[in-house]
């Protein structure tokens, strides 16, 4: 007796392949690429740790020191307790050492070590 076939019974079946069924390279390469991607990410995370994150210094320009911060990517600078010096009233903290660049400390993240500049206006 001949069985009825029809033609979805007379093609081949292709294996499952998972998450590499539409792309045209060898599951092998695909898994080498996977594994060195895991392995840079937890080079990068451990790089991370290890680095503790990134320093913040206040240079006061003259004024009473202001301890530095230690934070980490994407942290806010906490705002310090304002320096005083004689005959001048604080105006700010800037990026920059010629006060063009106001640094935000309820909007700006730290991206990097670096060091922010008291800004003075003399005194009325």
């Known amino acids: 007796m001949e069985e009825n076939k029809t033609p979805d019974s007379q ?4 294996p499952f392949r998972g998450l590499y069924r539409n ?4 599951v092998k390469t695909l898994d080498r690429i996977i594994i060195g991607g895991i392995v840079l990410l937890v080079v990068l995370i451990l790089y991370g740790v290890a680095n503790n994150g990134y320093t913040v210094t ?3 320009r003259g004024g009473t020191d202001v301890p530095s911060q230690e934070l980490m990517y994407g942290d806010l600078v906490a705002e310090p307790e304002p320096p005083t010096r004689e005959g001048y009233v604080f105006a700010g903290w800037y990026s920059d050492e010629n006060y063009r660049y106001p640094w935000d400390m309820e909007t700006y ?3 990097q070590s670096m060091t922010l500049y008291a800004a003075w206006e003399e005194a009325p």
């Open 23 to 26: 792309v045209k390279i060898s």
């Open 11 to 14: 093609q081949p079946q292709r």
């Open 58 to 60: 206040f240079d006061s």
């Open 109 to 111: 993240q730290v991206s």
